[in-house]
């Protein structure tokens, strides 16, 4: 099994960053795409920012040249710096990562696609 443990949420003024953090624990192999995603109460959850392995971040128009996405592939780890917050972007952070797990068995590993959301860390913006 996989989980994704998020954490860096926060309250912060207009203007304000927060880094936020997330990572993997299980028997992983392999992360594909790491990603981070927004929700507010009636709309639909929305893409901020992914990173696939070895390639070129993918940002939402409302947040491109103000939230950078990182991951450390040794760590299992992605974090997302949030720099000059507005109101609008208060809501629920989830974490997202899909990749292979393996499954450790005397007679051979197996292995298995997974993808997982993390639990969501609240972030308001206010002043």
């Known amino acids: 099994q996989v989980h994704l443990v998020e954490s860096g949420g926060g309250l912060v003024e207009p203007g304000g960053s927060l880094t936020l953090s997330c990572a993997a624990f299980?028997?992983?192999?392999?992360?594909?795409?790491m990603g981070w995603y927004r929700e507010v109460p009636g709309k639909q959850r929305e893409l901020v920012a992914d990173?696939?392995?070895?390639?070129?971040?993918r940002y939402s128009d409302l947040v491109k040249g103000r939230f950078t996405i990182s991951r450390d592939n040794a760590k299992n780890t992605v974090e997302l710096q949030m720099n000059s917050l507005q109101p609008v972007e208060t809501a629920v952070y989830y974490c997202?990562?899909?990749?292979?797990?393996?499954?450790?068995?005397?007679?051979?590993?197996?292995?298995?696609?997974?993808?997982?959301w993390g639990q969501g860390t609240q972030v308001t913006v206010s002043s």
């Open positions: 299980g028997n992983i192999f392999s992360i594909n795409t």
């Open positions: 990173i696939p392995v070895g390639g070129s971040a």
């Open positions: 997202n990562m899909d990749g292979t797990l393996v499954e450790r068995r005397h007679d051979g590993p197996i292995f298995h696609p997974f993808g997982r």
